[in-house]
């Protein structure tokens, strides 16, 4: 997979089964330059979870192996992990919301809570402009994507 979210196709048979997949949308997350690496994890995690409750389509499904154990779906598309100051992350969370796009916010509170319903009220507690915004997930049309997190890198 490179970072427009391409990827081969399926490496065996001839056809259509080996041209390239394009996706028109795209899953980002964006993740504060200044984190821990367990912070990292754990705040991707979190925002990504929430992207196929209100957006099924990003789902694909579920999975077997040879031995016919089943799996849990998974996303259809590659998430793309970007990085970037707390201010760009701002900039970003602005910008995903001024597109109404599908996003999930992780702020700095959380890690000092431990469940779901401390979860949302610690969020629920902080004005929109005034989120300490650790991470966040964005989903939509690749191009209104790329210009929430126009100027993060690709995370390393």
Avoid: C
């Avoid at 902080?126 to 790329?146: E, I």
């Amino acid at each position: 997979m490179d970072e427009t979210g391409t990827r081969a196709g399926v490496e065996t048979g001839t056809g259509a089964e080996n041209a390239p997949v394009r996706f028109d949308t795209k899953i980002a997350v964006l993740l504060r330059d200044d984190l821990e690496p367990w912070q990292r994890l754990n705040v991707t995690a979190f925002v990504v979870s929430g992207l196929g409750t209100v957006s099924p389509e990003v789902i694909g499904e579920p999975y077997a192996d040879a031995d016919g154990i089943a799996y849990l779906p998974m996303f259809r598309q590659p998430v793309l992990v970007f990085e970037g100051t707390k201010e760009m992350l701002t900039t970003a969370h602005g910008r995903a919301l001024s597109r109404s796009l599908p996003r999930a916010v992780f702020t700095s509170d959380l890690f000092r809570t431990g469940n779901d319903r401390d979860n949302r009220a610690a969020v629920r507690a902080v004005g929109t402009d005034q989120l300490d915004l650790a991470g966040m997930a964005v989903y939509g049309p690749r191009n209104a994507v790329d210009k929430v997190i126009k100027g993060a890198r690709m995370h390393p």
